[in-house]
């Protein structure tokens, strides 16, 4: 079992950045790789970034690319998700996801893919 803890999440203006983290806890010598996605009202859940965790491989939705970043502190078995210059289109509830079943050699960008998930944290976006 692994355990996902959000945090970061809130309220920002338009053009603004936030940071949100993803802890890991339990079975994380196993993790293979970590990944964000995001889901608005009414709209399904939709890829954000991945991380390989060996090598730090990364990986985009295009709609992101350019803007946010992920990165991962092994010491901490903890993910971030810096977002900059966050448009109204970011907001939604963001949900971190570890993949422990197996080796990948792309860090994976669908939901099936993720073996456990965070309880998700709220972004905001006023314009």
């Known amino acids: 079992q692994v355990q996902l803890v959000e945090s970061g999440g809130g309220l920002v203006q338009a053009g603004g950045s936030l940071r949100l983290s993803c802890a890991a806890s339990?079975?994380?010598?196993?993790?293979?790789?970590m990944g964000w996605f995001r889901q608005a009202p009414g709209k399904e859940r939709e890829f954000v970034a991945a991380i390989r965790w060996s090598a730090g491989l990364t990986r985009y939705a295009d709609s992101v690319k350019g803007r946010f970043t992920i990165s991962r502190d092994n010491a901490k078995n903890t993910v971030y998700l810096q977002m900059n210059s966050l448009k109204p289109e970011d907001a939604a509830v963001y949900y971190c996801?570890?993949?422990?079943?197996?080796?990948?050699?792309?860090?994976?960008?669908?939901?099936?893919?993720?073996?456990?998930w965070g309880q998700g944290t709220q972004v905001t976006v006023s314009s």
């Open positions: 996801a570890v993949r422990v079943r197996g080796a990948i050699v792309a860090p994976p960008n669908t939901p099936s893919s993720y073996d456990y």
């Open positions: 339990g079975r994380t010598f196993s993790n293979y790789a």
